[in-house]
T-cell receptor, first 112, second 112 residues
Framework: GNSVTQMEGPVTLSEEAFLTINCTYTATGYPSLFWYVQYPGEGLQLLLKATKADDKGSNKGFEATYRKETTSFHLEKGSVQVSDSAVYFCALTGSGNTPLVFGKGTRLSVIA | DTAVSQTPKYLVTQMGNDKSIKCEQNLGHDTMYWYKQDSKKFLKIMFSYNNKELIINETVPNRFSPKSPDKAHLNLHINSLELGDSAVYFC???????????FGPGTRLLVL
């Protein structure tokens, strides 16, 4: 079945540092890939998405590129802020309205 | 103009009780979902409905019974609550899998 593996946290960075959170997937066919963010005490927000190979999703300074050859969708941001502290989830879905399959989440803490 | 709303936000109850969680979306989506997030933040699909019809039931105990009176609403009723049911329950909706799913704020259930 489909699965998502993302790097274990927690990740602690200083403000303005470069962020990478690794995500790899196993799926049949051509899944769509997503990053969701969960701020403390809140629900999940869709951060960015990519629906086909070589697509780059971007939002709020975050970006991730759908790499079919390495089955990866790594999240990057050039300069993190304290307000980026949250849990980040990589996820995929197959064709139609199939449910999301999530990675285990990576907690990011950014310190001033 | 909340897109996906859930009530209640917090629910504290005793073992053995019966409780319901309500979800409504005003996005005009056809598909709705219930996910469970455990204490380690892991998210797993429970149910999926499309146009009021149950599509997916992921081996959830039959103490959990979803009901969709119309395509904008998906409620979750839980009988005979157990300690292990303590978790955060998220409702979500989507138009198509490739657009991503939109999540409610979550219901934090604590069974004592």
């Amino acid at each position: 079945g489909n699965s998502v593996t993302q790097m274990e946290g927690p990740v602690t960075l200083s403000e303005e540092a470069f962020l990478t959170i690794n995500c790899t997937y196993t799926a049949t066919g051509y899944p769509s890939l997503f990053w969701y963010v969960q701020y403390p005490g809140e629900g999940l927000q869709l951060l960015l998405k990519a629906t086909k190979a070589d697509d780059k999703g971007s939002n709020k300074g975050f970006e991730a590129t759908y790499r079919k050859e390495t089955t990866s969708f790594h999240l990057e941001k050039g300069s993190v802020q304290v307000s980026d502290s949250a849990v980040y989830f990589c996820a995929l879905t197959g064709s139609g309205n199939t449910p999301l399959v999530f990675g285990k989440g990576t907690r990011l803490s950014v310190i001033a | 103009d909340t897109a996906v709303s859930q009530t209640p936000k917090y629910l504290v109850t005793q073992m053995g009780n019966d409780k319901s969680i309500k979800c409504e979306q005003n996005l005009g989506h056809d598909t709705m979902y219930w996910y469970k997030q455990d204490s380690k933040k892991f998210l797993k699909i429970m149910f999926s409905y499309n146009n009021k019809e149950l599509i997916i039931n992921e081996t959830v105990p039959n103490r959990f019974s979803p009901k969709s009176p119309d395509k904008a609403h998906l409620n979750l009723h839980i009988n005979s609550l157990e300690l292990g049911d303590s978790a955060v329950y998220f409702c979500a909706s989507s138009r198509s899998g490739r657009e991503g799913q939109y999540f409610g704020p979550g219901t934090r259930l604590l069974v004592l």
